[in-house]
């Protein structure tokens, strides 16, 4: 049955497998990627059922989609590797199997060019517990190339996938969701901006038409890396499909090594909360280091005082943001340089003395007599020409100097060792004189040159900062979620998803953001009445329930809340501080909402004994009665105790008596997922919180 030469190899647990095949010691390919195969299949059968006819009008084989398709092999669609020689010319390597190798949870697979002195090296685990596929690709060269796009191990998805969820947004509207048709040709996503960007978020969800955030088999992607990728999602003519993932195309110098970030990968028959589930895990469990525990109610002084740093009131606001719960004060931007607004200042990290004249020892003594940490921010990466850093180095700016400014400012050359000497120099200076526990790390604009080696010159300034300084907790930002990925967050404990800290915008960012983000690094702050970014005014009820949906943290003046709004706040945060032991590591499942106008999600504990509903009204729905909310994640034949936690919040104008406005409900899992729970009517722009208990 087989006719040619075959080598496989399977990656499996029980929730998936991946079986790779080389024909002919060629470059493997997936022979399948889906549900967990039962054991004792024979992979070998698997390949050789594989192989697709060939009819008129095509080439007599059938080029493989293999880790990295190769134009060598008349492949049709993009190719994997696209590499030049020092002269310009066209590579086209045909590689062949010269060792393998089994790693912790996996295999490294390592292929050779003898003729172009190229070798092609595959890294491939599958993460046991949280079932994630990390997988990577590196090239080689005895001689100096240029490599115009090097993917990482490249997967194919199946045809009956018919739609990819991808990912767009902007400044203050993070994790937009796009739902597109699979067609023929390429969707290719070239990240230009230098950053991850709120643009570009670098992952993909492959899934039916059917497929729900509770149902059906999705195949998710994440790029880890934070200096703009590139995404193909491509339907060859044939039918077949491919999707890859790397570097943004042309941001790697000419040289001998070449790497590509992880591509994060894994199949779900469980729908969009089967993959999000993993990516959640994993990224909790397997990649962030050193985030404290509990997570500690953050305040951030940003949206209440900007530049405009007076220390008397600073302890005014600790003292009162203490009051409410916080256990964390962070100083935002406005504290170093003469640093008076947003045209000055970037680069000279040193306190300014008018402002705070004994330096700041003394804020931090009130804020660390509070019993809070004292975070500061830092936005390293940039200079503003009005600094004493640019009117010594201009010559350290990256890109053209009549490039377009970014809020006035300039980005530095990260790759040059002395700018990365410098930056380590001032802010371990600020590190070690004073007693911080965090740092807020900012990058306020895209850059003007897309190049790899910036990416990796802050990873290094970011490593050595972590590895002097174990203590400090970093939080990823750049103007809100303009730098969250994995590879970033290899580096740092939190992400401030947003610069929105309007609830209602945050309510929907915050749900698409757990496609792939947990509670536990995900930022979410009690914003002003007054949303500073969108105008609206929002109730201090549901500003205060959204923000306990993630890692909670307090950004308004708490100068401006009322006597009632402060208790409000009071009370949910001390329900938070409650609950943020099981929470902040359980699974944000996002339920399926028959109506449109609810986003509503249930936090399940890692042993299913309790969870947490939010559902949250946007606007007015287009029926007059709430519709019930079905649950997911339960066993069906146990019963929980459900109580709505801020039964007090129904409005007068709620006449009827639905059970849970007055006692709890206790019934079976089966009929909170299949029916599901009915709510009181309540107004718009609201959230209902329900607790949930296995009995
Ligand atoms: C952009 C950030 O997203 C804000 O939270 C704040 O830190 C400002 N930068 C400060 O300039």
Redesign the pocket.
Known sequence: MISQPVKTWHLGDRHQSLVLASFDNRLPEAVYWGPALPTGESTETLSAAAKLDVTGGMVDENAAISLCPEASQTFSGQAGLAARSRDGNPLAPAFRLESEAASEHGLTLVFADKTLNLTLVFDLTLTPGTSLLKLQTRLESADVIQVDWLAAPVLPVPAHTGEMIEFSGRWCAEFLTNRLPFAPGARVRDNRTGRTDHAHFPGLIVCNRATTNTQGEAYAFHYGWSGGHRMVAEELADGRRQVQFGHASGSEAAGCHFVTAPLYATYSQDGLNGTAVRFQRHLRDSIIEGARAPRPVHY?C?EAVYFDHKIDELKEIASRAAGLGAERFVL??GWFGRRDD?TSSLGDWVIDARKYPDGLTPLIDHVKSLGLEFGI?F?PEMVNENSELYRAHPDWVLGPADQIRGRQQLVLNMAREDVRAYLHAQIAAVLKDNDIGYI?W?H?RVLPVVEAAQTEGLYRLLDQLRAEFPQVEIES????GGRIDFGILERTQRV?LS?SNDALERQRIQHDAALFLPASVTGSHVGPRHCHTSGRTLDIRIRAWTAAQRHMGFEMDPRELTGEEAEILQKVTSWWKDNRGWMMRADILRLDSSDPAVIAEQQLAEDGSRFAVFAALTRPSDQILPHPVRLTGLDPAATYRLTLANRDDAPRLSRGTPLLKTQDLQTSGQYLMSHGVTLPWRFPETVWVLEGHRI
């Open positions: 951030n940003w935002d931007d947003d921010w936005e807020k900012d306020n930002c750049s103007s809100g401030w610069d």
